[in-house]
């Protein structure tokens, strides 16, 4: 069992470096001066109960330094119960750009795809971009995306499929700031394996897609043909960022990119309960056995294998560090053991520092012991939580 984790950890070490050498393959976009390009973006904000942040959303979006003739603004109120509506009606004569309010029709299940399906099919612009009702964004946001696909166009490789950074705002408490150093290497891996054509995440509050091909692969619906790997439509209510950018993948693979940039991050919060996290990351996580494809099971496999080889490690150098003869270790093997262990640290180490260094969050690379000491447990718990279907999201039980 000890040489099956050394083993299991060192393929784990190699991937950390591939996806080190992924994240800096690419360099950092830096937009130039506002040119005077015709790329034009049509806003989706799908929300919910989100009466306490939209107002503060739509001001930062009359501050973006893209003319305001450029971009059009789509608020898509799926069902909400509090004063969200009534916030946007009061503020749509106010804002200096085009804004809208759409009543998303009462839906049992997908409710945020329903949502974006109906943004889609009211938008006017040819590109849309996406974020949340809970997110802040900087002035140069669009502006910066604006350049990015003005930039791709001027190659052989328009860009169809664009995907940005996230941050949580890690400035509130020390849970908070426990999530954004955890949610900063999902950005990272994510960022990283896209820059290699190898795309497996994204994030939904920030990422931009040509208006014609959703419609022309059917959004979000599913295909007859038994070859449909990626799309599991609406058969369940999360998936709506990740299952849309495989169906961009399969069919325009070299299309495809982040954007990476500091100049384009979204920032949205953390948590503030370990209900609400508890509830979102099970979300997170049932998306994971619903893709089809091999690949991804096998990536679900290997990342839930690491961290039951991680758990057994710590396990064995506990029961050393405690002479406990119950794992008798030889001298030759210990060696081995503890040099994975430090080369393990020293890699994660390195690969999160410099996704919060660009997410401009290097102090959260302080919550890294706590995280070496539990995240297996953590990891491992959610994995098997989300077997189990349903969760609770924006108070409504969810399947």
């Known amino acids: ?3 099956l984790t050394i083993i299991i950890l060192w393929l784990y070490v190699l991937t950390l470096f591939t996806l080190i050498y992924g994240w800096h393959n690419k360099p950092t976009f830096i937009p130039k001066q506002a040119s005077k390009n015709k790329i034009r973006f049509s806003i ?24 305001k003739s450029n971009f059009e603004v789509l608020v898509l109120d799926d069902n909400s119960d509090d004063e969200t509506a009534q916030i946007v009606k009061d503020l749509i004569a106010k804002m200096p750009y085009s804004l809208q309010l759409i009543s998303v029709p009462a839906a049992d299940s997908a409710h945020k795809k329903r949502a974006i399906t109906l943004g889609v099919s009211r938008a ?30 001027k190659t052989d490789k328009k860009a169809l499929f664009v995907a940005g950074a996230v941050r949580l705002n890690h400035k509130r408490d020390f849970f908070a700031a426990l999530q954004a150093a955890e949610f900063a290497t999902l950005i990272g891996c994510g960022g990283a394996a896209l820059n290699l054509g190898f795309p497996f995440t994204c994030n939904g509050a920030n990422m931009a897609y040509s208006k014609k091909l959703f419609e022309k692969m059917g959004g979000y619906e599913n295909k007859s043909d038994r070859n449909n790997e990626i799309n599991n439509g609406y058969q369940i209510s ?9 169906k ?8 495809i990119f982040f954007l990476k940039s500091d100049k384009a ?27 089809k494809k091999i690949s991804h099971a096998a990536i679900s496999i290997f990342v839930f294998l690491i961290q039951v080889f991680t758990l057994l490690m710590f396990i064995f150098i506990s029961s050393d560090a405690l002479n406990d003869n ?10 081995y053991l503890y040099l994975t262990f430090f080369i393990k640290m020293s890699i994660e180490f390195l690969f999160l520092s410099s996704i919060l260094f660009f997410l401009k969050q290097l102090k959260a690379i302080l919550t890294l012991p706590f995280w070496w000491f539990f995240y297996s447990f953590y990891a491992i718990f959610f994995g098997l939580v989300a077997q189990k279907k349903g969760y609770q999201w924006k108070g409504r039980k969810t399947k």
Not at 44 to 65: F, G, K, M
Not at 143 to 148: E, L, P
């Open 248 to 255: 961009f993948y399969k069919n325009y693979p070299k299309n």
């Open 238 to 246: 999360s998936g709506d960022d990740e299952f849309l950018l495989h």
């Open 44 to 67: 989706l904000i799908p929300v919910r109960n989100e009466a306490q942040n939209i107002a503060t959303l739509l001001n930062d979006l009359s501050l973006q330094n893209l003319d």
């Open 1 to 3: 069992m000890l040489y």
């Open 265 to 291: 991050i979204v920032e949205t919060e953390a948590a503030q309960s370990w209900k609400q996290f508890y509830n979102q990351r099970k979300r997170w996580a049932s998306k994971w056995n619903q893709h």
């Open 326 to 335: 119950s794992f008798l270790i030889n001298s030759e093997l210990k060696k």
């Open 124 to 153: 006017k612009f040819e590109y849309i971009i996406t974020t949340d009702g809970d997110c802040r964004v900087k002035k140069s946001w669009l502006s910066t995306f604006s350049n990015f696909i003005f930039h791709k166009e």
